[in-house]
């Protein structure tokens, strides 16, 4: 499939990786195409020159241009800005497409742990399917750290992701392409309202990480 | 140890029986000891002067004098009347104790599925917290069903559950009441701010429960 990924940060770049090991057909927008070229990465990741010297077939342009070209587009770009950025992307080039959502609604004014932006009575997701009526939102993997997310292998034993949205027909398609990644325990939690859950499972996976020491375990749900 | 359990509904009535099985002396407070002995339970479950005749060691009070007499306190009171039943209870009876704090602050106001009353930048067991200063709160067993939290051993695999607080002291005593029940992956998260992650699970057990048909699950944390 064409897919098309909002935002180029380290999930963008995971996932971005991911569908193009998985034989989809890869672009990825960004605010400044030229402020993205040159920037240098943390640690010893190097450049994003070098990530897409890596990556030659990723496509790099503006969000209008991803949203419009993808069949499936992808909202990696932070809470914060997720409603800036896919206004961006246009509505008329988001409208019918599948849109999976795999942005937190997290809020760092206050420093860390973050809080969430949105939650309890509403979520992220929900205000991204109500902005954009007509685009088939799917809320999934933002449950668990980007390198999890297409490699679920690296975990001992298998895991659980979830799926939230209006539209089975959208559902089904991530699943598809949850399942290219290796993933086998895919929980349809219902509509797009039980997104809250996966959004609201943050903070303990924050504090998780904290007591653990590292961002590599994700949960398995035992029945 | 001598416990004693605020509440006598179902997740009362299970800690009762899981900590005289496992040594313990029992004993449930209420508030108003003739209503609770004369009522009936949902289905099959008779009533509670069933309850108490298969289970004779357990002894029925009122909330100050349960809390008064034993070593560690359980607050299984719904999350909506946890602060007036702890007050009830008395500071002075809970001063310096442990409290097993295994409440969620559901609120039923809006119908089926609740909210939360307390999220994000609070929880209920920091409310009891700073309610009843010099009680040693320890927030566990709060994110699954009652049948599962004394008896882990019901699911085919080892799950988690967690402990917050701010006394190691504490957190050990409930740490090693837990390994009593079967309980062998505790993930003692941090200090009492961390018991927002387990409350705010709430919403995602909700939606697998509905998603499964049934509570019987639990989560394992897989690293």
Not at 36 to 42: E, P, Y
Not at 44 to 69: I, R, T
Not at 73 to 92: E, F, K, P, R, W
Not at 166 to 181: E, P, S
Request: hydrophobic residues 45%; glycine residues 10%.
């Amino acid at each position: 499939m064409r897919i098309g990924i909002l935002g180029t940060g380290m999930v963008g770049r995971a996932l971005a990786e991911g569908f193009t090991r998985t034989g989809n057909e890869v672009s990825m927008g960004t605010r400044d195409m030229h402020t993205t070229k040159v920037r240098q990465l943390d640690g010893p990741q190097g450049s994003m020159a070098d990530w897409f010297s890596q990556n030659p077939s990723v496509a790099l342009s503006d969000f209008a241009s991803v949203a419009g070209s993808a069949e499936v587009v992808v909202n990696a770009i932070s809470g914060s800005a997720s409603l800036d950025v896919l206004t961006q992307a246009g509505a008329v080039n988001l409208s019918g497409k599948v849109l999976i959502d795999v942005s937190n609604p997290l809020d760092f004014s206050n420093g860390f742990p973050p809080t969430l932006s949105v939650s309890n009575t509403d979520s992220l997701a929900e205000l991204v399917q109500r902005s954009f009526p007509d685009v088939r939102v799917v809320k999934t993997l933002n449950t668990l750290n980007a390198a999890l997310m297409t490699n679920p292998d690296q975990l001992p034993e298998p895991t659980t992701v979830f799926l939230s949205g209006d539209d089975a027909g959208a559902k089904a398609i991530v699943d598809g392409l949850l399942r290219d990644f290796g993933w086998t325990d895919i929980l349809d939690l219902g509509d797009i309202t039980t997104a809250r859950g996966p959004e609201m499972w943050l903070p303990l996976w924050l504090s998780a990480m904290g007591a653990l020491g590292n961002p590599m375990f994700n949960l398995r749900v035992v029945r």
